[in-house]
């Protein structure tokens, strides 16, 4: 009985012995989880002010989205008419082409004959002529117009 005892007492001892050494581990524990309940109690608060500013956030996004689809809306005419101004300047443009094609499949033979002939002097004096008589005729046009 005496061994029960004595063992008791050590046993005591050392639950004394441990308690006091974890006071100050389980202090700061206490701490910890005071800190811890202090911001999980500002948690909701912070959630809602984020939850908030995060749904002005996407209103003002989709009021925006709103006006720029409207925009759009006013300006998809004008998509339309530049679009079929290009398709138009296309297909002059290649109309052009296939005009100024023909005239040099049609100016082929007449540039052999004057080849041949040896006339390319004179098509060439006559061609400037052509071109100051224009170029003189633009002259008085603007002079008009300056006079008027």
């Given at each position: ?126 061609t400037l ?19 008027v």
């Amino acid at each position: 009985m005496i061994w029960v005892g004595i063992g008791l007492i050590i046993i005591g001892i050392a639950f004394m012995a441990l308690v006091v050494f974890l006071i100050k581990p389980l202090s700061n524990l206490a701490s910890v989880f005071s800190s811890l309940q202090k911001t999980t109690d500002e948690l909701p608060k912070t959630v809602e002010d984020l939850t908030s500013q995060t749904t002005k956030t996407l209103d003002t996004s989709v009021d925006t989205l709103h006006q720029v689809n409207n925009q759009i809306k006013e300006l998809s005419p004008l998509f339309h008419i530049v679009g079929d101004a290009g398709r138009a300047t296309n297909q002059l443009t290649s109309s052009m082409v296939n005009a100024v094609d023909d005239m040099k499949v049609n100016t082929q033979a007449g540039n052999d004959f004057a080849t041949r002939k040896n006339l390319e002097g004179l098509y060439g004096a006559l061609t400037l002529g052509y071109m100051l008589f224009q170029k003189n005729q633009e002259i008085k046009e603007e002079q008009q117009t300056i006079n008027v």
